[in-house]
């Protein structure tokens, strides 16, 4: 069984900064690509980052400058580090990785509530 184990969210002012994490743990035999969604109150969920094995890196208008996806591909583990954070980044964030186990699929964290406000 594939679990994805997010951490790092929390409360932070605007212009603050927070760095998430998240673990993919399981018989995993292949991670094809990890990236970050988030789900504001009211909205779709939408996509922030994403990182493939391949080296590309992909993120959202809203935070280009701002976010950085990174990974440690040794312990199948996926950061966003989130810098000049403002209220509308305020959102529950996804874990999500694309990843080859006893078959290929598409995975997804419990979600990590990320609050920014004074």
């Known amino acids: 069984q594939v679990q994805l184990v997010e951490s790092g969210g929390g409360l932070v002012q605007p212009g603050g900064s927070l760095r998430l994490s998240c673990a993919a743990s399981?018989?995993?035999?292949?991670?094809?690509?990890m990236g970050w969604y988030r789900q504001a109150p009211g909205k779709q969920r939408e996509l922030v980052a994403i990182s493939t094995t391949g080296g590309t890196t992909n993120y959202a208008d809203s935070v280009k400058g701002r976010f950085t996806i990174s990974r440690d591909n040794a312990k199948n583990t996926v950061y966003l580090q989130m810098n000049s954070l403002n209220p509308v980044d305020t959102a529950v964030y996804y874990c999500n990785a694309d990843l080859l186990a006893t078959r290929r699929n598409t995975y997804w964290g419990q979600g990590t509530q990320v609050t920014v406000s004074s």
């Open positions: 399981g018989r995993i035999r292949s991670i094809y690509a």
